[in-house]
């Protein structure tokens, strides 16, 4: 079975600032791990993902997450946030070969201006 | 850019009647899932389903709940009696093949309350 632990439920950040969304994951097989934002009122949206290969994965809108395999974890980066960015964030786990996706508990990220 | 979509946004319903979530997968997808979040909690799964067959679910997909694909085009997710329980937001989710490094792509949910 797997797991997903967020640690910060709610960030709040200054615009422009850095910030880091923590996750730690548990599992006993390998396993492919995604982030997810939520604007309000929509769905989930692909942030990235890691599937094999380099580390370091990143996205289209500045985000990037590294996969640390000797620590669990899978931490989300953005070197200068907009306001544009909250939303709430979820770290999740899929066992390679399985179908189910393991969501973590949600990071609210509020940037301020 | 195709996305899934899903009918009503928002379902209110009494407790003990029966709900038909309806969803639209994206066109060339093979693989549908739903998912709930009840308010305040995590995102859970529920079933997955290929072929017209369910792949797997999990212990909360219990005989009260049902899924089908009635045509070419549809994924309904059937819930029978409804419990207080069941309020939340169900989310759809499709992706294109096999393999479970595909990412799922998810609707927007349906919110359902019941009274």
């Known amino acids: 079975a797997q797991s997903v632990t967020q640690l910060d439920s709610q960030v709040p950040v200054f615009e422009e600032a850095p910030v880091e969304l923590r996750c730690n994951y548990s599992?006993?097989?390998?396993?492919?791990l995604f982030w997810y934002v939520q604007y309000p009122n929509q769905g989930l949206q692909l942030l990235l993902k890691?599937?094999?290969?380099?580390?370091l994965v990143e996205s289209i809108n500045g985000f990037e997450a590294e996969f640390n395999k000797s620590q669990t974890s899978f931490h989300l980066r953005k070197p200068s946030v907009h306001i544009s960015d909250t939303a709430e964030y979820f770290c999740?786990?899929?066992?390679?070969?399985?179908?189910?996706?393991?969501f973590g508990a949600g990071t609210r990220l509020f940037v301020k201006a | 850019e195709p996305e899934v979509t899903q009918t009503p946004s928002h379902q209110v319903t009494q407790m003990g009647q029966e709900v038909i979530l309806r969803c639209v997968p994206i066109?060339?997808?093979?693989?549908f899932y739903w998912y709930r979040q009840i308010l305040g909690q995590k995102v859970e799964f529920l079933v997955s389903?290929?072929?017209?067959?369910?792949?797997?679910k999990s212990e909360i997909f219990d005989d009260q709940f049902s899924v089908e694909r009635p045509d070419g085009s549809n994924f309904t997710l059937k819930i029978r009696s409804t419990k207080l329980e069941d309020s939340a937001m169900y989310f759809c989710?499709?992706?294109?093949?096999?393999?479970?490094?595909?990412?799922?792509?998810f609707g927007d949910g349906t919110r359902l309350s019941i009274l």
């Open positions: 599992s006993s097989v390998s396993v492919y």
């Open positions: 890691y599937l094999s290969g380099s580390t």
């Open positions: 999740a786990v899929r066992a390679t070969g399985g179908f189910k996706t393991i």
């Open positions: 066109s060339n997808h093979l693989y």
């Open positions: 989710a499709s992706s294109e093949g096999l393999g479970s490094n595909q990412p799922q792509h």
């Open positions: 389903f290929y072929n017209n067959e369910i792949s797997e």
